[in-house]
């Protein structure tokens, strides 16, 4: 069973920074791609940052320039460096996991979600 795990979020001031961290646990081989995504109140979830196995990320406009995308694929884990933050950002962000293979109980290959994290960002 994979489960993914988000740690990191939090309140913090506009302009100020935060660093969320994804875990996947569970009998993993291999992971295709990680990512961010959020929810706004009122607002549908929407992609933050994605990074593939094979090396390209992709961001949301509104956060190129301020957020960075990590990956750690020997600890299976992601994250997310936050910086410049403003109120808009104020969401609760879920960690993705696409094309996970993993063997317990049985071979197979699925996507994931974590709980999610809230991020408030107020002065």
């Known amino acids: 069973q994979v489960q993914l795990v988000e740690s990191g979020g939090g309140l913090v001031r506009p302009g100020g920074s935060l660093r969320l961290s994804c875990t996947a646990f569970?009998?993993?081989?291999?992971?295709?791609?990680m990512g961010w995504y959020r929810r706004a109140p009122g607002k549908e979830r929407e992609l933050v940052a994605l990074d593939t196995s094979g090396g390209s990320t992709t961001y949301a406009d509104s956060v190129k320039g301020r957020f960075t995308i990590l990956r750690d694929d020997a600890q299976n884990m992601v994250f997310l460096q936050m910086n410049s933050l403003k109120p808009e950002d104020t969401a609760v962000y879920y960690c993705?996991?696409?094309?996970?293979?993993?063997?317990?109980?049985?071979?197979?290959?699925?996507?994931?979600w974590g709980r999610g994290t809230q991020v408030t960002v107020s002065s």
């Open positions: 993705h996991g696409v094309g996970i293979m993993s063997t317990i109980p049985e071979r197979r290959i699925a996507d994931y």
């Open positions: 569970g009998s993993i081989v291999s992971i295709n791609a």
